[in-house]
């Protein structure tokens, strides 16, 4: 059994000893630290941060509005009869393109045609009564002239003239009623389109307010409705006066974006969304966009012109402004306070650089005012170096 008393002074020494090696372990890395540190300054002092530079472009930039829109056609109709008859022939099939003319369908027309022969018969009956009346009139005339009627007589005989001629303007009208209803048993296109389902087939029985025969939707030129914010309103509108506003239309998954022009702006905020409805006309010959369908659409009714081009990645969030990092001729950064304009498509436009100038894109975040960067591609020394690509062109 170890006695307390002795165990004491051994505790204290064992102590003693760590502690001295503890401080001489702390001595010999301060004294390391103080002797690379020469060293270093002698090499040129703190590293160059390496970063990628981007190179300011003065350009004009276009404001583009991006919105949902849907296709729709232009016109679209549901042909009906005018008549009750039995359908004789059907002249096209489902989703055949026509023209305005095309003959759509032909109706049963030996009842209208019957019709027409009666009513110019009666005509020709009503043109010869006239005419006899009219002879009539001319010896009733002599006659009184010679007093050998009396006035009551010759009144009688022009009564009977202006009465024919009253009925044969009825039978006139007739006639062309008779026309028209043969007219409509022949059903054509009035405008060029492309048909959708047929309701009917020969010998079927239709009636003007029964089923639809066929609707034809027009698909060329083709429209694309869309809201913009009413914001924008005023923009849309000096666009429009100054000129066509273009618009870009991209199909949902498509890779092919087709081109067409503002036509219409509706005359009414929408006061629930805060929008208004405008319009736009697509050329679409090959049939690319279809109604229903839904498209981005991109519509730019001003440009900044000669603007102060960068990527986004550029521009930095300050806790006041946003500013980038500019790197000099000597490879050191400073600070330029911008102001964003617009932002498109991974650039903005920005006030507060000048064109030309380098900007850092890619490790900004390693980067004080004053600190030195290391291009991409640049053999650095004591003056320099060449530059290589990395978005912009190393000092030389």
């Known amino acids: 059994m170890v006695n307390s008393r002795n165990a004491s002074p051994l505790r204290r020494a064992t102590t003693a000893a760590v502690v001295l090696a503890a401080l001489a372990g702390a001595l010999a890395w301060w004294l390391s630290r103080e002797d690379k540190a020469p060293r270093a300054a002698a090499k040129g002092g703190p590293a160059a941060v390496p970063v990628t530079v981007a190179t300011v472009e003065r350009r004009d930039f276009p404001v583009r509005l991006r919105a949902n829109g849907t296709v729709s056609a232009l016109q679209s109709v549901d042909v009906r009869p005018r008549i009750t008859s039995t359908v004789r022939e059907v002249h096209i099939r489902e989703g055949q393109p026509v023209a305005a003319g095309d003959l759509l369908f032909t109706l ?4 209208e045609e019957a019709a027409l022969k009666k009513a110019e018969a009666q005509v020709e009956k009503d043109r010869a009564d006239l005419a006899n009346a009219q002879r009539t009139l001319d010896r009733q005339r002599q006659l009184f002239a010679q007093k050998f009627i009396s006035q009551s007589a010759l009144d009688a005989a022009e009564n009977q003239v202006a009465t024919l001629k009253g009925q044969l303007a009825v039978d006139l009208a007739a006639v062309e009623a008779a026309r028209v209803a043969l007219g409509d048993t022949r059903i054509h296109a009035s405008f060029a389109g492309r048909t959708g389902a047929i309701g009917v087939r020969a010998g079927s029985l239709v009636q003007p307010n029964g089923a639809v025969l066929v609707t034809v939707t027009q698909v060329d030129p083709i429209q694309v409705a869309f809201t913009l914010p009413e914001r924008e309103l005023g923009t849309l509108q000096r666009a ?119 900007v850092v894109v890619e490790g900004a975040q390693n980067l004080r005012p004053g600190s030195t960067v290391a291009l991409p591609g640049a053999a650095v020394g004591k003056e320099g170096g060449k530059g290589g690509k990395g978005g912009a062109k190393a000092p030389s």
């Open 108 to 111: 049963d027309a030996r009842a």
């Open 240 to 358: 429009l006066a100054a000129g066509p506003v273009t618009v870009e239309a991209t199909p949902d998954g498509g890779r092919q974006s087709f081109t067409g022009r503002v036509d219409f702006v509706d005359n009414a905020v929408d006061t629930a969304t805060g929008t208004i409805r405008v319009k736009a006309r697509f050329d679409n010959r090959e049939s690319r966009l279809w109604p229903g369908m839904f498209v981005a659409v991109s519509v730019a009714p001003r440009t900044i012109a000669q603007a102060s081009v960068v990527p986004v990645q550029a521009v930095q969030a300050g806790p006041e402004q946003r500013f980038v990092y500019v790197v000099g001729d000597d490879r050191k950064v400073s600070v330029a306070r911008v102001e964003v304009a617009h932002l498109d498509e991974g650039l903005v436009a920005v006030t507060g650089v000048a064109p030309g100038a380098r």
